[in-house]
């Protein structure tokens, strides 16, 4: 078994980690056309402790579990922040949930971004489309501890301007000392941003090689290609780390849909250091 | 003061080039400014000029009927703007739109064709540091047309 990047709260339901837990939708905020953030309380405890980079199994009525990655800051355990888009029958019934309705959530699961390898070092964050959402806890950590680390640097693609996410926190963590880097895929003549892909981000970011920790979460195709640029300035695959995403159904390890070569993703990831799961990655059939 | 042959010899396109070439090419180059707004060219122009962006932000567009410009790609230093004076008709493909005023480095498309013609080693340079630029433009508008961000690609 591959080690964990890092370690996580231990897991604190009273019911086990396969019973769901009632939380109560206090908030709801669109992003995108087809994406909304939640902001959940639990009904059952006070609080919901967990780790940069976790995920949780989510449900609304009888539509299906689906794992989704925890999107708030660490440090306000009270409320629990999910950002889910709406591609499927479980997704589009947690995005139609209206304020005040309950959830069925079991977790937290899954390893965390070592946020505290980058300490003294760089943290190079790279986010494709709704693959920000995972780093957020990552990139709000990073700024409570901001003297902690040398240069944060945000690098975000995503499709189209219009689907960008947090696009005013965005620019309140570029004041908080976070270099943020956006491109889009296309655009129209209205948008004065970056157009080109994140990959582009990489080189024009200047990174320093030797003293900089890269965490990304994205497509796969789009990290691979990350990867490839890191590689080509110098960064080793060892100081690269990624969040992916497989079928997880049980998120304890158990029933195997989310193995990938030796591991398993809900338990030994979803964080992978790269050197560690890279080769198993290029298995096309796996 | 920094010479036209000291601001070309920090861009990454012409890393390693021998002294006596970073000469040779010097000699068909000029600085130059742009304001934001302008057209540093227009698609079916003829592509007489290859631009080093030393500051600045350029946008490549494409005009579609209905839709306006679209926006392709930005470029910015130290990359280089156009291919296209190459290869015959030597006509650009796209429009380059000045986003943010950029200091710009021109080179004389015939001047560096000849030269080229002139020594096949030097030519021999170019071309391949050229193919670089393109394979690693090609490389990033393939991606761009996979759509990754699109439902089907989906990551969390």
């Known amino acids: ?286 | 003061m920094q010479t036209i042959e000291d601001l070309i010899a920090v861009a990454p396109v012409f890393d390693g080039l021998s002294k006596d070439y970073l000469a040779l090419i010097a000699d068909c180059a000029r600085n130059e400014r742009a304001d934001a707004g302008k057209f540093l060219f227009h698609e079916g122009d003829l592509a007489d000029r290859l631009f080093l962006i030393r500051s600045g932000t350029v946008r490549l567009e494409v005009y579609a009927p209905g839709r306006g410009s679209l926006a392709i790609e930005t470029l910015e230093a130290p990359e280089v703007i156009g291919w296209s004076w190459l290869f015959p008709p030597y006509r650009w493909h796209l429009d380059a739109r000045v986003l943010v005023e950029a200091g710009l480095v021109s080179f004389d498309a015939a001047c560096l064709r000849g030269k080229s013609d002139a020594d096949h080693e030097l030519g021999y340079e170019l071309m391949r540091r050229f193919a670089a630029v393109m394979v690693e433009r090609l490389m990033a508008t393939r991606l761009q047309l996979l759509d990754i961000y699109g439902n089907a690609g989906a990551a969390v």
């Open chain 1, 1 to 286: 078994m591959l080690a964990r990047p890092s370690e996580q709260p231990p897991f604190t339901s009273a019911y086990g980690p396969m019973a769901p837990e009632r939380f109560e939708v206090i908030a709801k905020r669109q992003e995108t056309a087809d994406t909304w953030t939640l902001d959940l309380r639990p009904r059952d405890r006070v609080d919901f402790p967990f780790a940069p980079g976790q995920f949780t199994m989510i449900s609304a009525g009888g539509a299906g579990e689906v794992p989704i990655s925890i999107s708030g800051p660490a440090d306000d355990p009270a409320v629990l922040v999910q950002t889910v888009r709406a591609v499927g029958l479980a997704t589009e019934a947690i995005c139609a949930a209206t304020v005040g309705q309950v959830l069925a959530v079991r977790g937290p699961f899954g390893g965390s971004w070592p946020t505290e390898v980058a300490r003294g070092a760089d943290l190079v964050i790279v986010a494709g489309g709704i693959g920000l959402a995972p780093l957020r806890p990552a990139v709000l950590d990073a700024l409570a501890h901001r003297d902690e680390y040398r240069r944060v640097v945000l690098l975000y693609g995503g499709r189209s301007p219009d689907q960008l996410l947090y696009p005013e926190e965005l620019a309140r963590w570029a004041e908080r000392g976070c270099e943020v880097l956006i491109t889009v895929d296309s655009a129209g003549p209205e948008w004065l941003g970056h157009v080109g892909v994140v990959t582009r981000l990489l080189r024009r970011a200047a990174i320093h090689p030797q003293r900089s920790f890269v965490l990304m979460c994205g497509p796969e195709v789009m990290m691979r290609f990350v990867l490839e640029t890191a590689s080509a300035q110098g960064i080793s695959a060892d100081r690269v780390y990624a969040s992916l995403e497989r079928n997880m159904q049980c998120g304890i390890g158990h029933c195997g849909h989310c193995q990938l070569g030796p591991t398993l993703v809900c338990r030994d990831g979803p964080v992978y250091r790269w050197d560690e799961l890279g080769p198993w990655l290029e298995i096309r059939e796996l």
